[in-house]
């Protein structure tokens, strides 16, 4: 059975930094693309960033460009996103994602097979 953990979410003022981790268990995703996206109550889940399989290519929302950092390690079977400039905007839920193809992609239609339950990330003044 595949799970998804993510985990470092937390409180942090503006300006701020926090690292995300999703530990993945039940298979390898190497030559899975691996993704975070982030959802505030009322809105559209928003794609923030994703990774190719090998850890190679990524790809950024724009809000975020410059300041996240996606990253992974296939050894442990883990991705990461560094959020450093954290802003009162960022206040969200992040999820962990798999992809189904190799290759980061910010399309919309870009389909995923496996979540994580979430983390919260709450950013105050």
């Known amino acids: 059975q595949v799970q998804l953990i993510e985990s470092g979410g937390g409180l942090v003022q503006a300006g701020g930094s926090l690292r995300l981790s999703c530990a993945a268990s039940g298979r390898t995703f190497s030559r899975n693309a691996m993704a975070w996206f982030r959802q505030v109550p009322g809105k559209e889940r928003e794609f923030v960033a994703a990774i190719s399989g090998s850890g190679g290519g990524t790809v950024y929302a724009d809000a975020v460009k410059g300041r996240f950092t996606i990253s992974r390690d296939n050894a442990k079977n883990t991705v990461y996103l560094q959020m450093n400039s954290l802003k009162l905007e960022d206040t969200a839920v992040y999820y962990c994602?798999?992809?189904?193809?190799?290759?980061?992609?910010?399309?919309?239609?870009?389909?995923?097979?496996?979540w994580g339950q979430g983390t919260q990330v709450t950013v105050s003044s």
């Open positions: 994602a798999v992809g189904r193809f190799y290759y980061a992609t910010n399309q919309r239609d870009t389909p995923y097979d496996y």
